[in-house]
């Protein structure tokens, strides 16, 4: 299974915290949002994680590398201006198979434990 995440804001609202940072890697408990939603993807059976990405993206990319450590296969679609919510999913969407049949997409800065 696929998911999308939207991680590709300046976060501009959660200055100055996000001056050194994209908010989706805004710590939480010690470790960043997306570290949440990655664990809670992997637990109702996401193994491929795309990371719609843009503000300070290479931090995204240097927390999860490929994935390996954190059981899933990342992808990085990276804007190189911004593009907006349904540019930036539109883009990602190529790198899901046609043959897929469930998809989620996310907000980079949310955390839930909701069943999908």
Known sequence: MYALILAGGKGERLRPLTDSMPKPL???NGRPI???QVEWLKRIGVTNVIFLVG???EMVRQYFGDGTNFGIKAIYSVETSPL???GALRVGMANVPEDEDTVIVLNGDIITSQDP
């Open 55 to 57: 503000y300070r993206w």
């Open 84 to 86: 907006g919510r349904g």
């Open 34 to 36: 997306l570290w949440y």
């Open 26 to 28: 805004a710590p939480l």
